[in-house]
Nanobody, 123 residues
Framework: QPLESGGGLVQAGGSLRLSCTAS????????MGWWRQAPGKERVFVAA???????YYGNAVKGRATISRNNAKTRLYLQMDSLKPEDTSVYYC???????????????????WGQGTQVTVSS
């Protein structure tokens, strides 16, 4: 089960780095993704990385977000820069057994979800 950390309150224009682990397991057999959900809205795709290190980004964060992982493939990161109030959401880390990254943008692709971490961006 993924476990997120690093959320918090940040001012608009600031940066934040989220982290995700999976109980010491490696991510090399999974596509790992970040999703977010604002109150009253659907969960939307933010970013993903497949087993081979290919990365994918949602349009709303493209150019402001960077997904990465450590060399041991046990920790996933999401660096968010130039944060906006509309980035305020609960951010979820998720793992898909479709390691190639196919359908990375589909919610139902992901098999395991973390509990989420709140990110609040003040104006």
């Amino acid at each position: 089960q993924p476990l997120e950390s690093g959320g918090g309150l940040v001012q608009a224009g600031g940066s934040l780095r989220l982290s995700c682990t999976a109980s010491g397991r490696t991510f090399d057999k999974y596509t790992m993704g970040w999703w977010r959900q604002a109150p009253g809205k659907e969960r939307v795709f933010v970013a993903a990385m497949n087993w081979d290190g290919d990365t994918y980004y949602g349009n709303a964060v493209k150019g402001r977000a960077t997904i990465s992982r450590n060399n041991a493939k046990t920790r996933l990161y999401l660096q968010m820069d130039s944060l906006k109030p509309e980035d305020t959401s609960v951010y979820y880390c998720a793992a898909s057994r479709m390691a190639s990254g196919i359908y990375y943008y589909r919610l139902e692709t992901y098999d395991y979800w973390g509990q989420g971490t709140q990110v609040t961006v003040s104006s």
